[in-house]
């Protein structure tokens, strides 16, 4: 597209302060970004809704604002700016990850920008990119899981959840998974767990008993938090692994670190860009996903598309748990 054709402004989705889902506003005069050094333009197709994305409109994460929430989108390359943007040009079908997703058209560093294969959809790539990584690297470097682990994932219908049951499974394992409902388990095991139950301390302790024959799992996936700390200290086996990477209920409140003497447990508390700080890493693991997803046949679980203007009820849906999988944006 030429650049007389790129439009001035654009739709996008502004707040200005911290708060609840009344913060999110809906503008259609929001400046078109211009590429700088090493950044490509991009109009988005698909948008990508995470659960950060909540941290930082309630201030739990701080950052600057005036801001545009959305780390991830897919879309075509308009215009590249100078310097380095990694072969990419205009007209490529490409995934993104960086900040501004929330409108139609972002400027995004190159270095955080991938083709997508021709086998993967825009949405799926979209739906794939962030948390999928997520998933991937969480597996790989933040406890290394062996064929024949039995791994405990919290939240294992949710959207890191199912990409953690489908990665998981495809490194042959066995997922032992907690959802809020029925419905919710049900899907887990769809998408690899092979046991599931609720949130429950006593149920979550027996069904890992059972389940390990009463060694406890080799590691605990936690993306709740709060909630579920305490739970995943017991139910780790001696010398395993609590991944704390999310915060839905809350932030773990400070414990003695005394208490992982017990079983000589290791606990971290990861980031996916930090597992993806150079080109070689982002490209190495974004392109196993791809892999996975294409010849693994993962099931990409969208759990809807919302219009740009109802980023409101998506957040609203996304902290009340009333979602499975995936929420996506259509600018």
């Known amino acids: ?11 996008g989705i502004l707040i200005e302060k911290t708060g609840g889902t009344e913060v999110l506003q809906y503008r259609t005069d929001l400046p078109v970004p211009e590429p ?8 988005n197709e698909f ?7 909540t941290y930082y409109r309630t201030g739990l994460y701080p950052a600057p604002k005036p801001e545009i929430l959305g780390r991830e989108a897919a879309g075509t390359v308009l215009s590249t700016g100078p310097g380095n943007t990694y072969s990419l040009t205009a007209g490529d079908r490409i995934v993104w990850m960086h900040t501004g997703g929330y409108a139609e058209y972002t400027a995004c560093p190159a270095f955080k920008a991938i083709k997508v294969p021709s086998a993967v959809s825009s949405a799926d790539a979209c739906a794939a990119i962030l948390q999928g990584l997520t998933a991937v690297t969480l597996v790989e470097e933040a406890h290394k899981v062996l064929s024949g682990d039995t ?3 919290h939240a294992a219908a949710g959207g890191v959840g199912l990409w953690l049951c489908q990665v998981l499974r495809a490194k042959g394992a066995k997922v032992i998974g907690t959802a809020s409902t029925e419905a919710k388990r049900e899907e887990a095991k769809s998408n690899g767990a092979s046991v599931c139950c609720g949130y ?7 069904l890992v008993k059972k389940e390990t024959d009463g060694e406890g799992v080799r590691a605990v996936f936690d993306g709740v938090g709060k909630s579920t700390w305490d739970l995943s200290l017991e139910a780790v086996a001696r010398k395993g692994s609590v991944i704390s990477f999310g915060n839905a209920s809350g932030a773990v409140e400070p414990f003695a670190i005394s208490r992982l003497s017990a079983k000589n447990v290791k606990i971290a508390r990861p980031t996916l860009f930090n597992y993806i700080g150079t080109r070689d890493e982002f490209e190495r693991y974004a392109n196993e996903l791809f892999k996975m997803m294409i010849e693994d046949k993962f099931n990409v679980k969208v759990h809807e598309v919302y219009p740009l203007q109802d980023v409101a009820r998506a ?7 009333r979602t499975t999988g995936k929420l996506l944006l259509k600018p």
């Open 200 to 206: 429950e301390k006593e149920e979550v302790l027996a």
């Open 151 to 153: 791994i405990l994932v």
């Open 36 to 43: 700088k050094e090493g950044e490509i333009l991009v109009k």
């Open 47 to 53: 948008i990508g809704i995470n659960y950060i994305d």
């Open 315 to 321: 957040h609203n849906d996304l902290e009340g748990r």
């Open 1 to 11: 597209m030429a650049s007389s054709s790129i439009p001035k402004t654009m739709r």
